[in-house]
Structures are given as structure tokens and as C-alpha cells.
């Protein structure tokens, strides 16, 4: 085996004789948080993670059920040269 660092040894990995053990990463990080990673122009992707008390929180005001019955939607606005402002921007 080589003794060069691999991705699975960056992703947390580790050697077992000559078998690697892949660490999965966890279900959630518990803090509710959003990332906007833009690959170019035409392309972002959103990353986002929320927290068990604030799921608690939603399924009481919405049904214990709101994260089957509902969908995920990301709204984005150019509020390129609208000082900020949402009304007015255009949506994609």
C-alpha cells in the first residue's frame, strides 16, 4: 500500500492492515445553516442542515408529517444594483 495520503484518509478514513474503514459522515451537524457554493455563473449548489429543535419546532406549527408532505425550495433574487432590496429583483 502506498504511503501517499488518499481521499478517504482526508474524508477521515482509516488503514486497517490493507483494508480501508470509510467513515460515513453524519445525518446532520445540528446547527441550522445554509451554503451557496457557486461552480460558475449558471451553476450553485446549496447545502443546508437543520437543526433537530428547530425540526421539532416546524412539526409542531406544521404537523408531524411537514418534511414528507412538503418540498425543499430555494428562491434566489438578483438584487444586483437594487440596494439590497427583495421587491423588484428578478427571481430565477
Given at each position: 500500500m502506498?504511503?501517499?495520503?488518499?481521499?478517504m484518509e482526508f474524508a477521515g478514513g482509516q488503514s486497517v492492515g490493507q483494508?480501508?474503514?470509510?467513515?460515513?459522515?453524519?445525518?446532520s451537524y445540528?446547527?441550522?445553516?445554509?451554503?451557496?457554493l457557486p461552480r460558475?455563473?449558471?451553476?450553485?449548489?446549496?447545502l443546508w442542515d437543520i437543526a433537530q429543535s428547530v425540526r421539532d419546532?416546524?412539526?409542531q406549527e406544521h404537523g408531524q408529517d411537514i418534511f414528507e408532505r412538503g418540498r425543499a425550495v430555494a428562491r434566489l433574487y438578483d438584487v444586483t444594483d437594487s440596494g439590497g432590496e427583495v421587491s423588484?429583483?428578478?427571481?430565477?
Open positions: 502506498k504511503n501517499n495520503p488518499s481521499s483494508t480501508r474503514v470509510r467513515e460515513d459522515l453524519p445525518q445540528g446547527e441550522t445553516e445554509a451554503f451557496l460558475d455563473p449558471q451553476w450553485i449548489f446549496l419546532f416546524i412539526r423588484g429583483a428578478s427571481s430565477f
